[in-house]
């Protein structure tokens, strides 16, 4: 995971510290595998506890995904879903957006950090956001889903690395 992504979510957990005065069951999609990119150090000041959800089955993982388009667990479990660098990778992002929607709590929060530019960089890379790509998302979905911030990272996060990918950063809120 580039820096810039990282940053980007120490910029959108401070910023979401209004939506998140308790402690929080929070999901990481795609924070697992052989990287083990999570973001659970970002978090750790709103985590009550920490899970992560991946198609690779690896020590940090804790919904291990046998079927790449369902989250092993119960509707509304999660108080807030975070996503980075893994939607790209997904056939269908669509189908995997209404999945995080259904494992996200009413009210809840999801965060999802995609490239909108950006070389392959993955055997599966299907993907990239540009700025309209969460509007059509959003409006495809099942769930109803507030946007709070939807925006194409235009700063890089101050690093050359992180520039190439021009990080689209979508948060919402589910109603």
């Not at 795609?30 to 959800?53: F, H, M, P, Q």
């Not at 709070?148 to 021009?166: A, C, L, N, P, V």
Request: net charge negative; hydrophobic share 35%.
């Amino acid at each position: 995971m580039h820096p810039g992504s990282l940053k980007n979510m120490e910029w959108m957990v401070e910023k979401l510290a209004p939506y998140l005065e308790k402690e929080n069951d929070i999901l990481d999609v795609g924070g697992g595998g052989k990287l083990e990119r999570s973001y659970k150090d970002i978090w750790t000041k709103y985590t009550k506890d920490y899970y992560v959800a991946d198609i690779v089955n690896a020590p940090s993982v804790t919904h291990f995904m046998e079927h790449r388009y369902y989250i092993p667990a119960e509707n509304e479990t999660f108080d807030v879903v975070v996503s980075g660098q893994c939607l790209e990778h997904v056939a269908n992002p669509f189908k995997m957006f209404d999945e995080m929607c259904r494992v996200l709590k009413t009210s809840g929060i999801i965060v999802i950090i995609v490239p909108s530019a950006g070389p392959r960089h993955d055997v599966k890379d299907h993907w990239r956001f540009m700025d309209d790509a969460f509007e059509g998302i959003v409006e495809d979905s099942k769930y109803e889903i507030k946007v709070i911030e939807d925006y194409i990272d235009t700063f890089h996060s101050g690093d050359q690395r992180s520039g190439k990918w021009r990080d689209h950063i979508f948060v919402g809120q589910k109603l």
